[in-house]
């Protein structure tokens, strides 16, 4: 299994210190202990948890090199793809927005135990307000990509991205959401595709070329029940 890993982080140009593998096996041990009381993830099996979770939050590396970054990730759920990110890229500033106050009381829990620092924020992104503040602001499995945009778009500083992790449906989304993505002031970079054990995955890479509209973004229900496409 961790020869299996390294492989696929071979792929990416990466190899982890020991005390980074020791990291992923207190996280992975971590996982399945609170999600028996927590609803963190259907995928319980080891390998599949290093390949379909932390693996996969490192693919962000296809559309971004990492140093030194600040980085809003917008309903992280149980760490991904940020915290494996941070234990690769430990100069990383991260900052977690949830709603769900167990799975932040999990992420408080785990970063001690993985001795790592992250801002964790227990919230709605549409209520927080450091407009235009972040190099990078990403999102995984939250929610449409034209809903997603207005959520994440805003927070976004000029000349920063937003990066969308999606799925087999990311260039129906995409349509959905040009018109969103010009109202904020940002531009369509680029989708980076690849397959994951034959999964079909995709990289919605959006560029923030000018301030923050006032206005945005909306209230969830507005934005949910009336989203810009």
């Not at 941070?86 to 900052?95: D, R, S």
């Given at each position: 299994m961790v020869e299996k890993f390294d492989n696929l982080l071979n792929t990416l140009g990466l190899k982890l210190s020991q005390e980074q593998n020791q990291q992923f096996e207190i996280y992975y041990t971590l996982l399945l202990e609170w999600n028996k009381k927590v609803n963190l993830t259907s995928i319980v099996d080891k390998e599949d948890v290093y390949s379909k979770h932390f693996f996969d939050s490192l693919t962000l590396l296809k559309a971004v090199k990492f140093d030194n970054q600040s980085i809003l990730d917008v309903g992280s759920g149980a760490g991904f793809p940020s915290i494996p990110l941070?234990?690769?890229?430990?100069?990383?500033?991260?900052?977690i927005v949830d709603s769900l106050k167990?799975?932040?009381?999990?992420?408080?829990?785990?970063?001690?135990?993985?001795?790592?620092r992250i801002?964790?924020?227990?919230?709605?992104?549409?209520?927080?307000?450091?407009?235009d503040h972040f190099d990078i602001v990403t999102a995984r499995a939250v929610a449409s990509l034209p809903i997603l945009c207005e959520l994440c778009l805003p927070f976004v500083k000029v000349n920063g991205y937003f990066l969308a992790m999606k799925s087999s449906k990311a260039d129906t989304e995409l349509t959905q959401s040009i018109k969103v993505i010009e109202i904020l002031n940002s531009k369509y970079v680029e989708t980076i595709k690849?397959?994951?054990e034959a999964?079909?995955?995709a990289i919605i890479k959006v560029i923030k070329e000018d301030l923050n509209p006032q206005g945005y973004p909306r209230k969830?229900?507005?934005?949910?029940?009336k989203p810009i496409v």
């Open positions: 941070k234990i690769v890229f430990p100069e990383l500033n991260i900052k167990k799975r932040i009381d999990f992420l408080e829990h785990l970063a001690k135990k993985l001795n790592i801002e964790l924020i227990h919230g709605r992104i549409e209520n927080q307000t450091e407009f690849f397959k994951l999964e079909q995955r969830y229900n507005q934005i949910k029940n």
